[in-house]
């Protein structure tokens, strides 16, 4: 009795080539952004630009998993404001310790 | 029996948060997920802030990459700090390995994403057989990670010499060989513990990670979802994964990139 419930009463329903071509072009565009980083990583001298073009490209695949894989953008707005708005704090918290780590090592040295 | 039903005098005009509907049009579950989430972005992007403010006060290794030694007066380059591959010994292969580690949480997101996908489908086959390639990554990852933590730990055979206070609370001067919570051959001590408390408590959602998915392997498995009449769950498991990937591609560019 057990294993015929188990039998699926559900449709199965075809594949969408469409939206799997699309995770495979986003994850393509992750795997470019990586490597784009990796390269940076070896050619370009150490320096302020190089940490700010790291963060804006770790930025741009969070954005990528955001939108694409968790399929956030596809949500309502307000559930994506309210997963998205208190995200802005971290940017207080971020100028906030920057700093405070910045004085600390002028105290230091 | 639906919310259609019990919206007895609803009218247009009391609008998306008059009540009778469902506003943000998620299930609880997945909701929660969300939310749950959110918190942990919270507590991740804590630790790392805290990373990169540490690492600001002190000053960067400046001088060329061949002379580069550990001294816990400097903060440590990464690519000569992570530069072991598995297998071969004393070869120089800066970040090689944490690549490969990134590529497979990469990739076992992006089979995530096709067992969501099938689970939109109904389709079990699909769902079983993704799935099981993600707990493969996932585990793979793991793995990888065991291994860097074994080679971080015990170290390089030249070491380096660190003036420090010990276990005996002493001030003294020799030669460090791999990390400890209290000194380590790379740099300043705060590096290593922080190395250790961020990818560890990352592994450790990679391990609740795993255990989810084969949870959720089983249950397609064996019909449980069908039985259900969908596959949520896996939707909402898939999420976990995702943030999962998410919080790596930030410890990959803060510890080994920048």
Redesign the interface.
């Known amino acids: 009795m057990e294993i015929q419930q188990n039998k699926s009463t559900l449709e199965v329903q075809p594949r969408n080539d469409e939206k799997i071509k699309k995770i495979w072009k986003t994850a393509a565009i992750l795997l470019a952004i990586t490597v784009a980083e990796f390269i940076m990583a070896f050619t370009m001298p150490r320096g302020l630009l190089l940490y700010f073009l790291f963060i804006v490209l770790t930025i741009w695949k969070a954005r990528y998993i955001m939108l694409e894989f968790m399929h956030l953008g596809d949500e309502v707005k307000p559930l994506f404001y309210s997963i998205m708005v208190p995200l802005v704090f971290l940017i207080w918290l971020l100028i906030a310790l920057a700093k405070e780590g910045s004085e600390i090592f002028m105290m230091r040295w | 029996m639906s919310a259609h039903s019990t919206a007895i005098g609803v009218s247009s005009k009391r609008g998306?948060w008059g009540g009778g509907n469902e506003?943000?049009?998620?299930s609880y579950g997945k909701?929660m997920m969300?939310f749950f989430l959110?918190s942990d972005?919270?507590t991740f992007?804590?630790f790392l802030?805290?990373y990169?403010?540490?690492?600001?006060?002190?000053?960067?290794y400046a001088g060329p990459a061949g002379e580069f030694v550990g001294s816990n007066e400097y903060w440590p380059?990464p690519?000569l700090v992570f530069d072991a591959i598995p297998f071969v010994h004393g070869v120089h292969a800066?970040?090689v390995f944490v690549?490969i580690m990134?590529?497979i949480l990469?990739?076992s997101?992006?089979t995530?994403?096709?067992a969501v996908?099938a689970g939109?489908?109904?389709?079990?086959n699909?769902v079983v057989k993704w799935l099981l390639w993600t707990i493969l990554g996932g585990a793979t990852f793991l793995g990888c990670q065991a291994w860097e933590w074994n080679h971080f730990i015990h170290g390089t055979e030249a070491g380096s010499t660190m003036t420090f206070i010990n276990s005996m609370n002493q001030l003294v001067t020799e030669v460090v060989h791999g990390a400890n919570l209290s000194v380590n051959e790379y740099g300043p001590g705060s590096f290593a513990q922080l190395f250790f408390f961020i990818t560890g408590f990352h592994g450790f959602h990679v391990t609740i990670g795993v255990f989810l998915l084969f949870l959720c392997f089983y249950q397609a498995a064996?019909?449980i979802y069908?039985?259900r009449?969908h596959y949520e769950m896996v939707e909402k498991i898939?999420?976990y994964w995702?943030?999962v990937?998410?919080v790596w591609?930030?410890v990959?560019?803060l510890f080994y990139?920048?």
Do not use: C
Request: aromatic share 12%; charged share 15%; proline share 5%.
């Open positions: 998306v506003p943000l049009k998620a909701l969300w959110l972005i919270f992007a804590a802030i805290t990169l403010s540490i690492r600001v006060s002190y000053p960067a380059v690519e800066p970040l690549g990134t590529f990469i990739s997101s992006v995530m994403v096709l996908e939109h489908r109904n389709d079990r699909d064996v019909g069908d039985q009449g898939g999420l995702h943030f990937d998410l591609v930030f990959f560019t990139l920048i």
